[in-house]
């Protein structure tokens, strides 16, 4: 028994030294771990709210335990960061050829390459939209972020517009993987000064790896603890809401981009308004009720549309040719509508914005 520790043992280091020997001395985008098996989806789930000035956000990640052979979910969390005008890069799994390669965070003046990742709540895919450093503060952008204006005053609202559809795939390359590079202020990122993850960061990490229930074959892709609003803080976590797409152990867990409107999830609910005004709140909170439920009938309305062309496909006994150009009109529509849905919820929220209260730019 003994034995074959020793031979797992040396096997996993030496597949880790064969990795860590591409690592630059001067770089902190430093690579982890190794694996053939692609981490499951990123889990939908809310943002806690900010606990107080000066923390930023870290978005979750799949980690992976050689010890327990699986992945476990690292929630998301609120940290403060080593010094002033420093920024979180996050962690991201690539493919390396034949095998999937973790790529460690870090924390410098600008936020480098993170695989293309849609983490959500300002990053998603390329650099940093939840907020920026001026005269030595944060200021927070509210349209992607969680922040009670009543306690942190340093915030702006603007709303950042994405023209594609954001999916859950967790890892950039491979089979299914998101199919992006670094661009050049990414390549300049990677030169910067680095620090690895804080104290804070490492515990927090630990903690995931120790508790069962965070490891993918438990909790099928949905934890129940997705993001923390301290490092370490489990009691009282925000679980995901569901899963990014079906968890299938042992395969590449990647997500199918919706092509139909039934396969769209419903509509997350916002954050319920919190401006410090009762009245204006609920004025607020009656808009997005509005929105929320003529968004919903949209989905159905198109929903029911697809449904009635296909029964038409087959009571006409449709050729492959037919099939495949109404599936590429859904697909279409499907995208347009989602699009058009969140033009339209940036637009409300960049009404609803506190006024006085931004000096800048740039969110979700």
Request: charged share 20%.
């Amino acid at each position: 028994m003994n034995n074959r520790l020793l031979v797992r043992s040396l096997l996993i280091s030496i597949s880790i030294a064969l990795v860590m020997v591409t690592i630059s001395a001067t770089s902190f985008a430093q690579i982890g771990v190794s694996i053939t098996i692609g981490p499951p989806a990123l889990p939908v789930y809310e943002q806690p709210p900010c606990p107080a000035e000066g923390y930023l956000w870290t978005p979750g990640y799949w980690a992976y335990d050689y010890d327990a052979g699986d992945y476990y979910w690292v929630p998301g969390t609120w940290v403060e960061p080593p010094q002033v005008g420093f920024l979180w890069t996050p962690a991201y799994w690539g493919w390396g050829g034949d095998r999937f390669i973790f790529h460690e965070g870090y924390w410098g003046p600008h936020v480098g390459f993170y695989g293309g990742i849609a983490y959500g709540y300002g990053y998603f895919g390329e650099g940093y939209e939840g907020g920026r450093w001026d005269n030595g503060r944060f200021f927070y952008n509210r349209s992607v972020n969680n922040i009670n204006v009543v306690n942190i005053h340093n915030v702006y609202n603007t709303t950042i517009v994405h023209t594609t559809v954001v999916n859950r795939v967790s890892y950039n390359g491979g089979n299914g993987g998101i199919n992006a590079r670094p661009r050049p202020e990414d390549e300049i990122a990677e030169r910067d000064r680095h620090i690895g993850a804080v104290a804070a960061q490492t515990e927090h990490m630990q903690a995931a790896r120790n508790d069962r229930q965070l490891r993918a074959s438990v909790n099928q892709g949905r934890p129940p603890i997705a993001a923390t609003a301290r490092p370490g803080a489990f009691t009282g976590g925000v679980p995901a809401r569901e899963a990014g797409a079906p968890y299938n152990a042992g395969r590449n867990n990647v997500p199918r981009p919706p092509t139909e409107a039934r396969d769209l999830q419903p509509h997350t609910r916002p954050n319920a308004p919190n401006t410090g005004n009762p009245k204006l709140d609920q004025k607020y909170q009656q808009q997005q009720n509005k929105l929320y439920q003529k968004q919903e009938q949209d989905h159905q309305r198109l929903q029911q549309q697809q449904e009635r062309e296909h029964q038409q496909l087959a009571q006409r006994n449709a050729d492959d040719a037919r099939k495949q150009q109404v599936e590429q009109r859904h697909a279409q529509q499907t995208q347009q509508m989602e699009q058009r849905h969140e033009q339209q919820f940036q637009k409300m929220e960049s009404r609803q914005q506190p006024r006085g209260q931004s000096p800048g730019r740039e969110k979700h």
